[in-house]
C-alpha cells in the first residue's frame, strides 16, 4: 500500500502561481512513477503531469506544458508540481497518483490516488 496526501491547494487570481506538494508513506516510493491528475466540475478526470521512479524522464499534457514543473524528492518521499502562470480554465481538484512502474503506467493505469486539494483560479 501506499498512501499519498496532497496539500498546497487554494485560490489564486490567474496569471499566479500555485505549488501543490504530495506526501508519501508505505511501500518503497521511489520504485513508483508518480503524478497528478484533475477533475474540474463536470468533467472526466484527467492526466496533467508524471515523473518517473528516478527523476529522469517526465510527461505533461498538452495544456500545461511550458507552464507547470513536476519533480520529486526521493529522500523525503515528496512529489511536487509547480503551477505558473495558471488559468481559469486550470480550476480543478487535483489528485496526487502513483504506479510501480513507468511514466506511461502511471498515465493509463494509477493504482494509487490521494484526496484530491482544490485549486482555483479567478478571472
Known amino acids: 500500500q501506499v498512501q499519498l496526501v496532497e496539500s498546497g491547494g487554494g485560490l489564486v487570481q490567474a496569471g499566479g502561481s500555485l505549488r501543490l506538494s504530495c506526501a508519501a508513506s508505505g511501500r518503497t516510493f521511489s520504485s513508483y512513477a508518480m503524478g497528478w491528475f484533475r477533475q474540474a466540475p463536470g468533467k472526466e478526470r484527467e492526466f496533467v503531469a508524471a515523473?518517473?521512479?528516478?527523476?529522469?524522464?517526465?510527461s505533461y499534457t498538452d495544456s500545461v506544458k511550458g507552464r507547470f514543473t513536476i519533480s520529486r524528492d526521493n529522500a523525503k518521499n515528496t512529489v511536487s508540481l509547480q503551477m505558473n502562470s495558471l488559468k481559469p480554465e486550470d480550476t480543478a481538484v487535483y489528485y496526487c497518483a502513483a504506479a510501480p512502474g513507468n511514466v506511461l503506467l502511471l498515465r493509463t493505469s494509477p493504482v494509487y490516488w490521494g484526496q484530491g486539494t482544490q485549486v482555483t483560479v479567478s478571472s
Open positions: 515523473i518517473s521512479w528516478s527523476g529522469g524522464s517526465t
